[in-house]
């Protein structure tokens, strides 16, 4: 590539499109203005979105990362505009989620003199990213910029913060962009160890309850096929963590539902009478572990995982294979001999027939009046042929639409798992949309997690983003007050919602909304905002006080999930 | 059981590292006992010497955690047997303490240490050792009235017969080499 003599502002541009990036997420002020100038010539290459928040932007970012597994991409200014950012950056740093944020700074003769709108950005961001960088000089924001890509996408992803100061901005430089593909103190992803396949072989073949539990790293990976051939030639019944969610479509065979703290009956109570775990790209988080010292306790473990600092960092692990799911798995296919473990199998769908009497057949088909989130759920779920991109908030309604949503394809669940950021929703369902523009985006919010990002509805409008927002509004911050009936003797402290027209305020955005608050009207509601061509909002009134079951009270054993209150 | 441990992390020198390293420990409240930053044999390479308190088990996992870091290119733990260590203390004492009797300078020479600089009024003696030994010194020259006292972190070296972050390195290459 021949050299140009361009503006650092230029640069930038140049070097994100070099690096395929087609949707911005972003807001402007002084310090990051050169940046957006140039931008202003690239119009037709690049869609920059301008949200109402720094946080919409990012979580709209890690929304776009999540469904195409390209990193996500902010613009803000400095000071106020880099620390609204921060929130997100966190989210992405705990659920793994690669990003390139770009922050604006002072003019670097002004850094650290407190002068206006100055924060210590990488200070700040430091320890919730996997790697940040201040840019003084305009000779190395190429090779930053490069950097930054290749540690947010490679092995396991995360967010990366790119500082630019001003006077960078406007400084020339022979502009020439080279990807980076190696760093010398960075290896992404180990080789795997084909001695370490062979044991944890020899253990899959001598267990007579083994039981796979997958998480993310099988979706990051793009090893959604692999993970398929593995269980099938080895009959293994597989799990999901919350972010495993959608890489093995609902109604696979092999299938046993969702583990952890609202997860499935089977999965969880069986976790405990297995006598091999192999858990791939997760972990074991302690909203799936629950109490950890009576974790699986009959089992050996074997964990495949890409990130040395996970093997052995909750549970001791048998066999530790370091390295990609999409190369280990199908190495691990190859060795172990074929299974069936159809008694084991038959154990899961027991459990699941108990839960469906107990749980789930009076979620999804009450009869009692007062509308359930289960059955919105589910009405919402079968109007989009089981084959939507799911967003979900972060409460009840999240637990909910994890348990009863049905998927077909890979890429299609987006939540925060790590960190639980309310009002995650709203904006990430926008970025969802933006990165699947063809797919139905359905995104529910409870009211809570609803008014701490509703302004977004601004950005939905203006770019005609034709998300679904499913608002189940049970007038409580729920989840919490589920606790407090629970564990507080309910005493609901602080939790009562007063609540606005939500209507009139998603109008007020030009936005089509609806209210259902009868079982009646509900399936005419979903029909209907599913067949709109636009951004449409349905709220759902459901009962006030709706809990989520099953339930692994916090620090108890997973063997001692309850059904029922 | 908690125990000393010597972690030693070897890294590229870049802005910020410091501070990357040190989280590390302030988020799992593991107090730093003490903690030296220099040149490592290798060019371009720093090499951190950090000195902490604490079960073996909790001292892996956040080795693992250091070595997540991406300009960290190795890091290794060990035990102070594993490993030949010293610190550096400097102690000013008032030099009339040298008139008065030939104490000081018995005291000087039978702990191995120096006189570094005499003026009218002070005189700076230098000594390395183990903490034990150089706080030894100090409470030997306390009765003289120790005006001022420092000690550096500890530096270490193992005593592998092979400079191992050499032969990561070379494997590091290998590794960085089969990428292309
Ligand atoms: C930013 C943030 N603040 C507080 C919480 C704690 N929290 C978790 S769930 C929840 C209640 C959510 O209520 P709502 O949004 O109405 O959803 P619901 O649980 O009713 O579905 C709260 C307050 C959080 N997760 N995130």
């Known amino acids: 590539m021949a050299t140009k003599r361009v503006t650092g502002s230029q640069a930038v541009i140049l070097s994100l499109l070099e690096e395929g990036v087609d949707t911005i997420f972003g807001y402007p002020g002084g310090a990051i203005m050169p940046i957006y100038d140039a931008l202003y010539d690239f119009d037709k290459q690049i869609k920059h979105i301008l949200t109402r928040h720094e946080q919409g932007a990012v979580h709209a970012a890690e929304g776009y990362a999540k469904v195409t597994g390209k990193a996500g991409v902010c613009f803000a200014t400095s000071g106020p505009g880099a620390t609204n950012l921060v929130t997100g950056i966190a989210d992405a740093q705990i659920d793994s989620i690669p990003l390139v944020c770009i922050t604006g700074q002072v003019a670097s003769p002004l850094l650290g003199t407190d002068a206006f709108q100055e924060s210590d950005v990488i200070g700040i961001t430091m320890p919730v990213t996997k790697w940040n960088y201040q840019v003084t000089c305009v000779e190395e924001l190429p090779e930053a910029i490069a950097k930054a890509f290749y540690i947010a996408q490679s092995g396991r992803p995360g967010p990366v913060v790119l500082d630019i100061a001003k006077d960078v901005q406007f400084q020339e430089l022979d502009f020439e962009y080279k990807k980076c593909t190696k760093i010398r103190s960075y290896i992404p992803e180990y080789a795997v160890d084909p001695f370490k396949v062979k044991e944890a072989a020899e253990l899959i073949d001598a267990a007579k309850k083994p039981l796979l539990l997958f998480g993310q790293g099988v979706i990051i990976a793009n090893a959604e096929e692999e993970l398929k051939a593995f269980i099938e030639k080895t009959g293994i019944p597989a799990a999901w963590t919350l972010l495993g969610l959608s890489a093995l479509p609902s109604d696979h065979p092999l299938n046993v539902g969702m583990l952890g703290m609202h997860g499935n009956y089977g999965p969880n109570i069986k976790t405990n009478e297995a006598d091999l775990i192999i858990a791939v790209g997760m972990r074991f988080d302690d909203r799936v572990t629950g109490k950890v010292s009576s974790y699986a306790t009959n089992a050996k473990i074997i964990h495949m995982e890409v990130d040395p600092a996970e093997i052995n960092k909750i549970v001791k692990v048998d066999v530790g294979v370091l390295g990609s799911a999409k190369r280990s798995l199908p190495m691990l296919t190859m060795n172990v001999k074929e299974n069936k473990h159809e008694a084991w199998l038959q154990e899961f769908r027991d459990c699941d027939k108990i839960e469906q009497e107990k749980v789930i057949q009076k979620d999804t088909y009450p009869t009692k009046e007062g509308l359930t989130m289960g059955e919105a759920v589910r009405m919402v779920s079968e109007k989009a042929n089981h084959d939507a991109v799911l967003v979900t908030d972060v409460g009840q309604q999240q637990m909910i639409a994890s348990r009863y949503f049905k998927f077909t394809q890979s890429k299609s669940n987006v939540t925060s798992g790590g960190l639980g950021t309310m009002g995650y929703g709203v904006p990430a369902a926008m970025g969802a949309q933006l990165g699947a523009k063809d797919r139905t985006v359905c995104c529910f919010v409870g009211d809570g997690g609803f008014q701490m990002t509703l302004q977004e509805l601004g950005t939905i409008a203006q770019n005609k983003l034709p998300v679904k927002i499913i608002l189940l509004n049970n007038n409580f911050l729920g989840m919490v007050r589920q606790w407090q009936q629970l564990f507080f003797d309910r005493r609901y402290s602080f939790t009562e919602l007063q609540n606005p027209d939500f209507i009139m305020i998603t109008n007020g955005f030009g936005i089509p909304a609806h209210k259902v608050t009868k079982r009646e009207e509900l399936e005419a509601g979903v029909k209907k905002m599913m067949e709109h061509d636009g951004p449409y909002l349905l709220e759902v009134v459901v009962e006030k006080e709706d809990n989520v079951f099953p339930m692994v009270p916090a620090g108890a054993s997973v063997s001692d999930i309850i059904l029922e209150a | ?180």
Do not use: C, W
């Open chain 2, 1 to 180: 059981m908690k125990q000393e441990f010597i972690i030693t992390v070897y890294s590229e020198n870049n802005i910020g590292l410091l501070n990357r390293l040190t989280i590390n420990f302030t988020r799992r409240k593991i107090n730093i006992e003490s903690l030296t930053v220099s040149a490592s044999a290798i060019q371009g390479i720093s090499k951190f010497t950090i000195v902490i308190n604490e079960t073996e088990e909790r001292v892996k996992k956040v080795v693992g955690q250091l070595e997540k870091i991406v300009d960290v290119l190795k890091a290794f733990y060990h035990t102070n047997d594993e490993m030949v260590f010293q610190e550096l203390a400097l102690y000013k004492v008032p030099t009339e303490a040298l008139y008065e009797s030939d104490k000081v300078e018995h005291m000087v020479r039978n702990s191995g240490a120096r006189i570094l600089e005499i003026t009218k009024e002070f005189t700076v003696i230098e000594k390395t050792g183990h903490k034990e030994e150089t706080k030894q010194l100090f409470d030997d020259l306390s009765q003289f009235g120790v005006l001022q006292f420092i000690r550096s972190g500890r530096i270490a070296i193992t005593r592998d017969p092979i400079e191992r972050l050499s032969e990561f390195l070379k494997e590091r290459d290998a590794l960085l080499e089969a990428m292309d």
